[in-house]
């Protein structure tokens, strides 16, 4: 049974639509700015991914934005333009359409003022608890399109979009839905989550007043990840049922892989990333010699990219100096559990198109780090498989594999 990708819709820091979020990633064009959502003057990293020109009065009414905390504002935008992507999903019964939709934090946009109101003893708002909780993206998702199958939420941290289009193919291969809205949605441009990122030292914080050169995967001197917001859709459908409809096809999902390496709360492991990226690779009845690009998680930490590196030629061995790989957070920073869903659309992009997107600000790569990241300029590879990464805090590893539809 072959499951295929027949409507993409993404709301990022480079472009709202695929055809503008694909054409400023293909111009390695960056998106990361100075925070502009509220005073980062005290904060030690004060760039991000912001998406530009986001009004959600444009498609909610008042009534509604009370109700609805931004990142799930993003995935109601982002499922959008999915479905009109795929011509719509009329011809299926409401009770067959699935809703799978990752976030590594929810509504923590709700929660952080929400806390302030209430140390400040002041009112907190009467939606805070439904604005908050992380399953509220998909629920409005289905709420909005009268969707009355199978509604989840994955929360396994930066895997958490990777996960939930993982858990979109296990859907249709069951047989528990016959097409599904996955990806992924987040909203962490926010004083306190990245003031806690910053304890751990995981945020970029020299590059304050350079920001488009923050995001640097792979290369010498990074000094973190840039954090970021946005949102990604996939409409996952069967192939027969796609075509009886006469939808338009992109690539076809193949493949999930979902490992935990039980080894460290947010230190990464390259043995559990191994298996993600095996275990993708079986599931599609394909072999590592097989896989033609990969799109890297790719954070742009001191440790995160040379463990990646070592697990890609652990896997691949001296082939894998031969796989373009590509750093889609090097021009749109981290959005957490939404990222695997953006990576996924520039994947498959990659696929449709034959151009591998640039990993940006990568002058001089770190000595570590020794692989084809495919440096500043887009390429034209015409991969026919690509294998999209993405690994969180608690050891939790994920891998996508998509192919051509030929």
């Known amino acids: 049974m072959r499951v295929v990708v027949t409507g993409m819709g993404v709301v990022s820091p480079i472009g709202i639509g695929t055809a503008q979020f694909w054409a400023a990633a293909v111009n390695g064009i960056s998106g990361i700015k100075r925070i502009e959502g509220f005073d980062a003057s005290d904060q030690r990293s004060q760039v991000a991914g912001q998406v530009p020109s986001f009004?959600?009065?444009?498609?909610?009414?008042?009534?509604?934005?009370?109700?609805?905390?931004?990142?799930?504002?993003l995935a109601l935008l982002a499922s959008k333009l999915a479905l009109e992507d795929a011509g719509g999903l009329d011809s299926y019964d409401p009770g067959r359409v699935a809703v799978s939709i990752g976030s590594g934090m929810g509504g923590f946009g709700t929660f952080e003022s929400s806390a302030i109101r209430k140390f400040r003893n002041q009112p907190v708002p009467p939606f805070t608890v439904p604005r908050t909780m992380a399953n509220s993206a998909a629920a409005w998702v289905a709420i909005k399109h009268r969707f009355t199958g199978v509604n989840l939420t994955c929360s396994t941290a930066c895997s958490s979009g990777a996960?939930?289009?993982?858990?979109?193919?296990?859907?249709?291969?069951?047989?528990?839905?016959?097409?599904?809205?996955?990806?992924?949605?987040?909203?962490c441009v926010?004083?306190?989550?990245?003031?806690?990122?910053?304890?751990?030292?995981?945020?970029?914080?020299?590059?304050?007043?350079?920001?488009?050169?923050?995001?640097?995967?792979?290369?010498?001197?990074?000094?973190?990840?840039?954090?970021?917001?946005?949102?990604?859709?996939?409409?996952?459908?069967?192939?027969?049922?796609?075509?009886?409809?006469?939808?338009?096809?992109?690539?076809?999902?193949?493949?999930?892989?979902?490992?935990?390496?039980a080894a460290h709360i947010v230190m990464p492991d390259m043995n559990g990333q191994v298996a993600a990226m095996r275990g993708a690779i079986?599931?599609?009845?394909?072999?590592?010699?097989?896989?033609?690009?990969?799109?890297?998680?790719?954070?742009?930490?001191?440790?995160?990219?040379?463990?990646?590196?070592?697990?890609?030629?652990?896997?691949?061995?001296?082939?894998?100096?031969?796989?373009?790989?590509?750093?889609?957070?090097?021009?749109?920073?981290?959005?957490?559990?939404?990222?695997?869903a953006m990576s996924s659309i520039a994947t498959i992009m990659a696929l449709h198109t034959g151009t591998v997107h640039p990993t940006i600000n990568l002058d001089e790569a770190d000595p570590e780090c020794d692989l084809d990241y495919t440096p500043n300029q887009a390429q034209q590879k015409n991969p026919r498989t690509g294998l999209c990464n993405a690994f969180g805090f608690g050891g939790n590893n994920a891998s996508i594999l998509f192919t051509t539809l030929e």
């Not at 009004?55 to 504002?73: E, G, H, T, V, Y």
């Not at 910053?198 to 995001?215: C, H, K, M, V, Y």
């Open 55 to 73: 009004n959600p009065s444009d498609f909610l009414s008042p009534k509604l934005l009370d109700q609805i905390d931004r990142f799930a504002q």
């Open 163 to 187: 996960n939930a289009i993982g858990m979109a193919l296990d859907l249709l291969r069951s047989g528990r839905a016959d097409v599904v809205v996955a990806g992924g949605a987040e909203a």
């Open 282 to 340: 079986v599931d599609a009845g394909l072999e590592p010699e097989d896989i033609d690009h990969i799109n890297a998680h790719a954070t742009s930490t001191p440790l995160g990219d040379i463990v990646e590196t070592r697990a890609v030629k652990n896997l691949f061995g001296e082939r894998a100096k031969n796989i373009p790989i590509s750093a889609t957070k090097s021009l749109i920073g981290h959005s957490i559990g939404a990222s695997a």
């Open 190 to 261: 926010l004083p306190l989550t990245m003031t806690s990122f910053e304890i751990l030292r995981a945020l970029s914080t020299g590059f304050n007043t350079d920001p488009e050169r923050a995001s640097r995967p792979f290369a010498k001197g990074r000094d973190g990840f840039v954090m970021s917001e946005g949102a990604g859709i996939l409409i996952l459908e069967r192939e027969e049922k796609a075509k009886q409809r006469g939808a338009r096809g992109y690539a076809r999902l193949a493949g999930f892989g979902q490992t935990c390496d």
